[in-house]
């Protein structure tokens, strides 16, 4: 019983880091990067992933993140079309891609 009690509070340790993890490297490096922007080691301290920066975490606000959306004409690694929320709950695909907005995946 106490090797099962580690091993779920090990899983779940595990699971709960990579999320955040994934959900970091979409937000801070993926979203940027699709929009034209990019974030590498040398300049990741000062981009910003949304305009805003952090006060809207701090000030409850969190709707301002999801504002301003990408439309369905944006392109891929440029900033036609281009928006500037960084978590969305859109649903559905993008209609070039077929896939996953990466703001709902964030």
Do not use: C
Not at 31 to 57: K, M, Q
């Amino acid at each position: 019983k106490n090797a099962e009690s580690r091993l779920n509070h090990h899983l779940s340790g595990l699971f709960g880091v990579s999320s955040l993890a994934w959900t970091g490297h979409l937000v801070h490096v993926a979203i940027p990067e699709s929009r034209g922007v990019h974030v590498r080691w040398d300049n990741f301290l000062e981009v910003l992933p949304h305009p805003e920066g952090l006060e809207p975490f701090f000030t409850g606000q969190w709707n301002l993140y999801a504002q301003n959306p990408d439309s369905s004409s944006h392109l891929f690694g440029t900033s036609q079309g281009a928006g500037t929320a960084i978590l969305t709950l859109l649903g559905g695909f993008h209609p070039q891609t077929q896939s996953l907005w990466l703001t709902d995946m964030a």
